[in-house]
């Protein structure tokens, strides 16, 4: 590919030029952008042009919750988010048993929409399977369903989270997915390949992946590390965080500098509580449908006040998983604990993350204002659960359910706000997000695509502590990473009823994005760093 490549007779997304047409990318950077006329000028034999055909270049996305070994494995396992019940997930469980050797590993399947309102039995497995082993995630990842034999070789009934049943959480859980995730070290690399692989068809040039010893445990780190040192430049940008919490500064700067590569933080998915699907986020009240619990709190605000003030003074970000109301109120509690230990300022200039935050009320969105802490937010999980006949009404009831994933509340109050998928959770299908976010559940929370788009581009980069402040735009001296999409018709869009809902006028001088109403657009070409990372032709 030549250092200098001309893309023509497009749109481009940049704020340089809101009529722009063509873009010059000189080796990693954009040298220039304008008009098609412009374009024929510039022209010269030096030049490679890619015909854009009308299609729309804009900078490309940045995943801010992921799970890379994971989205491998559900990309080659056995994916059971199609399943509309109960049968129909055992049926696939054993036409997947039947196909190859092996256990089944699988994941996606969602009980609350099923006929018959419960996961599969260790039993039901057992029989579907053939006597193979079975291990099937739940959709939220935080709590799965395991068949008889499994459950018997890895000792679950020792485990603290094993409902004797089929099911695990908790202890349980993290047991059986170091033994299913135990993998050598061929088959992981493949499946971190394959996980970053797809967030490149998708138009994503950087990730943030969320690795913690519950998950798939430090050695998939290290893999993921090893793997980027290899292969890096040919795929999207990894910023690495590790779930673990510590003490002491000390503690902090040993923990981020002993994994082989550059941690982002130490933080992500460390875990305060867990999910609202698995019962086991940490709720004030009781889950309207099982009203014996109010889910798990993993950490209470004297570990997350040591956390906090170990990283802040080490000059290290942290972060913590909060879903719940109660796990959020005790993530603003400690976060006041650590202000006192260590100073206000110091917890600011941390620039600390949550993750989730999906029933943060508005007490909850001041006081993260107050320490200067960035949400990462996942808009799909309303568009998976949110509404009134989804999971969230069913679990917590109407009244709690219509206050969830407010992300216009935050941005509104101020507090920064990075968008991402948890793939593979929900799918890492970013104008998917982008749509989400103007058809939330609260219509107070919705938020216009462009300020959606803005969260899911640049406003990662800034999560991370990236410090280019050109990260994630287009423009003359920017770097040269983008997507290339395929769109049929591009807008102007808000989801204020009160006003025009869209526009196609370029005289607005606003640069306009895809209309979503009929899916996402698809993705031609991802390029990171002026290198092509994804090419659909190819």
């Not at 374009?39 to 940045?62: I, T, Y």
């Not at 935080?142 to 000792?155: C, E, K, M, P, Q």
């Not at 910023?239 to 082989?260: D, I, K, M, P």
Request: hydrophobic share 45%.
């Amino acid at each position: 590919m030549s250092s200098l490549v001309l893309y023509r007779n497009g749109s481009i997304y940049t704020a340089a030029d809101p009529f722009a047409t063509a873009m010059l990318v000189e080796g990693g950077t954009v040298a220039w952008v304008g008009s098609e006329s412009a374009a024929s000028a510039l022209l010269d034999s030096r030049m490679e042009v890619v015909d854009l055909e009308g299609a729309l270049v804009a900078p490309a996305f940045f995943d801010s919750h992921v799970h890379l070994t994971e989205t491998g494995l559900a990309l080659t396992a056995l994916d059971l988010r199609g399943a509309g019940s109960l049968a129909q997930a055992l049926d696939a469980v054993a036409g997947h048993a039947a196909a190859g050797p092996g256990p089944v590993l699988g994941s996606g399947w969602d009980e609350t929409a099923w006929p018959e309102g419960r996961g599969p039995s260790a039993e039901e497995l057992e029989r579907a399977a053939g006597g193979r082993d079975v291990y099937l995630a739940r959709v939220d990842l935080h709590s799965a369903a395991v068949s008889t034999g499994l459950a018997v070789r890895a000792g679950l009934a020792a485990h603290e989270g094993w409902d004797g049943a089929g099911g695990v959480r908790g202890p349980a859980h993290a047991a059986i997915r170091a033994a299913v995730l135990d993998l050598d070290g061929t088959t992981r690399a493949g499946l971190q390949r394959r996980g970053l692989e797809h967030l490149a068809s998708n138009g994503y040039a950087a990730a943030a992946e969320m690795a913690a010893p519950h998950i798939a445990g430090r050695a998939d780190l290290e893999a993921l590390f090893h793997l980027l040192d290899a292969e890096g430049e040919a795929l999207p940008r990894i910023y690495a965080y590790w779930g673990e919490a510590v003490g002491t500064a000390e503690q902090a700067r040993s923990l981020a500098g002993s994994f082989g590569g550059p941690l982002a933080g130490l933080g992500g998915d460390l875990c305060v509580d867990g999910s609202i699907g698995s019962r086991t986020a940490r709720l004030r009240a009781p889950y309207t449908d099982a009203p014996e619990t109010r889910g798990t709190l993993h950490l209470d605000a004297a570990a997350i006040a040591s956390h906090v003030a170990a990283c802040s003074a080490a000059g290290i970000q942290a972060g913590f998983h909060a879903i719940g109301d109660a796990a959020i109120d005790e993530t603003v509690a400690g976060l006041g604990l650590a202000a006192e230990r260590v100073g206000l300022a110091a917890v600011q200039a941390g620039r600390h993350r949550i993750e989730h935050a999906e029933m943060a009320d508005d007490a909850a969105i001041e006081a993260l204002l107050g320490f200067g802490v960035t949400a990462s937010l996942q808009p799909l999980f309303d568009a998976a659960w949110g509404g009134a006949e989804g999971l969230y009404a069913r679990r917590l009831g109407a009244g709690r359910a219509a206050g969830m994933n407010e992300v216009g509340r935050f941005l509104a109050a101020g507090v920064p706000v990075a968008l991402g998928s948890d793939s593979p959770v929900v799918p890492a299908s970013p104008w998917l997000a982008v749509k989400a976010c103007l058809e939330l559940t609260s219509e107070r929370a919705r938020i216009s695509a462009r300020a959606a788009f803005l969260a899911h581009t640049r406003a990662g980069y800034r999560a991370v502590g990236e410090p280019s402040p050109l990260a994630g735009q287009l423009g003359p001296g920017t770097e040269a990473t983008f997507a290339v999409w395929q769109a049929s018709e591009l807008a102007v869009q808000t989801p204020d009823l009160r006003v025009s809902s869209w526009s196609t006028d370029a005289r607005a001088g606003t640069p306009m994005l895809p209309v979503l109403d009929e899916g996402a657009p698809r993705c031609l070409r991802t390029v990171r760093n002026g290198r092509v990372i994804f090419d659909a032709t190819k």
